[in-house]
């Protein structure tokens, strides 16, 4: 009877280290709500974590957290268990891969406060052009919303993304997406939920069903094979 609890706790503690071993968060690429699962992290810290890693790149070390106000050493080892690094431009160096970008096509409005150069009356046009005109076509269209001009562009443009990583998006900010057929939502996610990545040839057939998500397509960014 004894062994038999034995190995019930042991499997039971491998199970928990395996969960907590693929749960953890690359810091590089968390978004907020990604950060505020963590503890001791809170909205106003998630966006000082994000505002550093856009104005000074990806993080090398954990402890970098440590200049970022309100983080601290004791908060830092708090951390340590459930987060890591990896650097993205290691990851792939495209100019296009949308990785710990912002999509200013997804994104609500708190988060292009984080940007530099935008404030509340910017982030509240952004919001506004998108409602009129629809998704932005290309990063270069955000010059189109009045007080973004050329000089504030340039400051943001690595930070801004309107491609989309069908693989990893959060299918709830997928649905966002202004004018996405909903059910190709739901075919993307079965896929996903299937263990099958989505690649250029099953998208491919998938516009074959859902014709009006042709115009889509070209936000859809896939990383090149190895």
Known sequence: MRFDVAIKILIYLMFTVSISVFAKININTATKTEFQKLPNIGPKKAERIIKY???H??????????K???????????????ITIELTKQKDTEENNPEGKININL????EFSIMPGIGPAKKKRIIEYRKKNGNFKTKEELMSVKGIGEKIYEKINIFITVKIDLNTVEIKNLRKLHGINQKFVDAINIYRTNNKKITKKRLDNLLKKFKDMENFKHFFWFKKEK
Do not use: Q
């Not at 790149?57 to 440590?66: C, N, P, Q, V």
């Not at 994104?107 to 708190?110: F, L, N, P, T, V």
């Open 68 to 82: 970022i106000k309100g983080i601290g050493k004791k908060t830092v080892e708090k951390l340590r268990p459930h």
């Open 53 to 55: 890693r856009l104005e």
């Open 57 to 66: 790149g990806d993080f090398k070390r954990i402890e970098d957290l440590i």
């Open 107 to 110: 994104a609500e409005i708190d």
